[in-house]
């Protein structure tokens, strides 16, 4: 294992923890944007499965849907996706309680991609507010309640971008009064728009957008938003996106996929295409920050490379897919020790999946179209239950309200796991 690191810390108790923010991450109760409500991919759902029933996982609802790699936003009562249809490409609000389809709302033309078809991006729920931003980076404001739109914008092009290869899939992030995305171009792959008129705010960093979604961590005693693009890292400030910090971390075909997640005050950043991953320290001196490798493990032996998913930090340790080559068809389910780096347990060759945390353990979606359920123990891989439910898929459930939602490109899903 091709392991290097540059700077030891004691990290201490490395506990993921949403501290006070001067800048304040717009959320609803549920699952209401990409990756959970703070963007960690933990839920705070408890009193969930210990184990396995013995006649396999109750469904609750299917309901019939369409092509697309958006997940669930879930609050308010509501299921909101996005898939292609023959209006074009469609937000789609469904009933928590039984899957009735409440409105749907098409904000563009279908999109079609030679890496799959449909939009890439999962709605944001803030407010009364919907985000919805479509393959080609058009982002569009509809009510909740309602689905009608309230505004839309052609961001990339309205920046002189030019759309990622594989379709925009940056999920809007809303910061106060403000809803941000990647677009791309000259001082513009990152921009903010008002809420109420969408606006451009603020625009900030070089270069192509990559395919991240764009987070709201706390480093150093204040809200950095935290955008992957296509080279790298950058924390910007949200009241005006001032960058405050950068890291180059450019990777072949502009792959950096996964969101940067806050660990005990660092930054931790991972990109597939054998790329690999660094641990982030974030340090500020009168008005001036420095960033320092706390550790670093890249190349073709990383301890993990995360192709589109993004890893999960659960009391110290780090759990997520390290996917072997060039978008290849080995991939690793693997726990690391976030303080170093070094591997605690390692499934080889797993295969594709997402996942996320809730309740103490790790619920994974697989290519193959199962739930996986997984204790989340650095002491080794332990699995608590296995059962096909849906088609393919590159999304994770989203778990509310005792229930986990989950779409592949011909139904959305929700499991009862209270």
Same mark, same amino acid.
């Given at each position: 294992?091709?392991?290097?690191?540059?700077?030891?810390?004691?990290?201490?108790?490395?506990?993921?923890?949403?501290?006070?923010?001067?800048?304040?991450?717009? &959320?609803?109760? =549920? +699952?209401?944007?990409?990756?959970?409500?703070?963007?960690?991919?933990?839920?705070?759902?408890?009193?969930?499965?210990?184990? +396995?029933?013995?006649?396999?996982?109750?469904?609750?609802?299917?309901?019939?849907?369409?092509?697309?790699?958006? *997940?669930?936003?879930?609050?308010?009562?509501?299921?909101?996706?996005?898939?292609?249809?023959?209006?074009?490409?469609?937000?789609?609000?469904? %009933?928590?309680?039984?899957?009735?389809?409440?409105?749907?709302?098409?904000?563009?033309?279908?999109?079609? #991609?030679?890496?799959?078809?449909?939009?890439?991006?999962?709605?944001?729920?803030?407010?009364?507010?919907?985000?919805?931003?479509?393959?080609?980076?058009?982002?569009?404001?509809?009510?909740?309640? @309602? =689905?009608?739109? &309230? +505004?839309?914008?052609?961001?990339?092009?309205?920046?002189?971008?030019?759309?990622?290869?594989?379709?925009?899939?940056?999920?809007?992030?809303?910061?106060?009064?403000?809803?941000?995305?990647?677009? =791309?171009?000259?001082?513009?792959?990152?921009?903010?728009?008002?809420?109420?008129?969408?606006?451009?705010?603020?625009?900030?960093? #070089?270069?192509?957008?990559?395919? %991240?979604?764009?987070?709201?961590?706390?480093?150093?005693?204040?809200?950095?938003?935290?955008?992957?693009?296509?080279?790298?890292?950058?924390?910007?400030?949200?009241?005006? !996106?001032?960058?405050?910090?950068?890291?180059?971390?450019?990777?072949?075909?502009?792959?950096?996929?996964?969101?940067?997640?806050?660990?005990?005050?660092?930054?931790?950043?991972?990109?597939?295409?054998?790329?690999?991953?660094?641990?982030?320290?974030?340090?500020?001196?009168? *008005? *001036?920050?420095?960033?320092?490798?706390?550790?670093?493990?890249?190349?073709?032996?990383?301890?993990?490379?995360?192709? +589109? &998913?993004?890893?999960?930090?659960?009391?110290?340790?780090?759990?997520?897919?390290?996917?072997?080559?060039?978008?290849?068809?080995?991939?690793?389910?693997?726990?690391?020790?976030?303080?170093?780096?070094?591997?605690?347990?390692?499934?080889?060759?797993?295969?594709? !999946?997402?996942?996320?945390?809730?309740?103490?353990?790790?619920?994974?979606? @697989?290519?193959?179209?199962?739930?996986?359920?997984?204790?989340?123990?650095?002491?080794?891989?332990?699995?608590?239950?296995?059962?096909?439910?849906?088609?393919?898929?590159?999304?994770?459930?989203?778990?509310?309200?005792?229930?986990?939602?989950?779409?592949?490109?011909?139904?959305?899903?929700?499991?009862?796991?209270?």
């Amino acid at each position: 294992m091709y392991y290097h690191e540059t700077k030891m810390r004691f990290l201490g108790l490395l506990v993921f923890l949403l501290g006070f923010k001067s800048a304040v991450l717009a &959320q609803s109760s =549920g +699952w209401n944007q990409f990756l959970g409500p703070d963007r960690s991919g933990i839920s705070q759902e408890t009193g969930l499965l210990a184990k +396995w029933p013995t006649d396999g996982l109750e469904i609750a609802w299917r309901v019939n849907g369409g092509v697309g790699m958006s *997940a669930v936003a879930v609050a308010k009562g509501r299921a909101i996706t996005m898939w292609n249809s023959a209006r074009g490409q469609e937000v789609a609000a469904l %009933s928590l309680k039984d899957g009735t389809l409440l409105w749907t709302t098409a904000v563009a033309a279908n999109y079609e #991609n030679s890496m799959g078809d449909g939009p890439r991006a999962t709605p944001t729920i803030a407010g009364q507010q919907v985000f919805a931003y479509t393959g080609e980076g058009i982002l569009a404001c509809l009510d909740v309640a @309602t =689905g009608k739109q &309230q +505004w839309s914008k052609s961001i990339v092009r309205e920046m002189s971008g030019r759309p990622a290869e594989y379709g925009m899939a940056c999920s809007p992030l809303v910061v106060d009064d403000m809803v941000i995305v990647t677009a =791309g171009g000259q001082g513009k792959a990152v921009v903010a728009l008002d809420r109420k008129s969408g606006d451009i705010r603020w625009t900030a960093v #070089n270069g192509l957008p990559g395919y %991240s979604s764009t987070a709201l961590l706390e480093l150093c005693g204040e809200s950095h938003v935290v955008a992957f693009t296509a080279m790298g890292v950058t924390g910007l400030r949200p009241s005006d !996106g001032k960058p405050l910090w950068s890291y180059p971390f450019p990777t072949p075909y502009d792959c950096n996929t996964a969101t940067p997640i806050e660990v005990g005050g660092n930054v931790f950043i991972s990109a597939g295409e054998n790329h690999g991953c660094v641990m982030l320290g974030v340090t500020k001196q009168a *008005a *001036a920050y420095t960033v320092d490798e706390v550790w670093a493990s890249v190349d073709v032996k990383s301890v993990m490379r995360n192709e +589109w &998913q993004t890893s999960i930090l659960l009391e110290g340790y780090l759990y997520g897919f390290d996917n072997v080559g060039s978008a290849g068809p080995v991939t690793h389910l693997t726990c690391i020790e976030a303080a170093t780096g070094k591997v605690a347990w390692t499934k080889t060759r797993f295969g594709k !999946g997402n996942l996320i945390a809730a309740d103490g353990k790790i619920w994974i979606t @697989t290519m193959k179209g199962e739930l996986v359920l997984v204790a989340a123990t650095p002491e080794g891989y332990s699995e608590i239950g296995r059962q096909k439910i849906f088609s393919k898929t590159r999304q994770n459930v989203s778990i509310a309200d005792g229930y986990a939602l989950v779409r592949d490109d011909s139904h959305v899903i929700c499991i009862k796991v209270k």
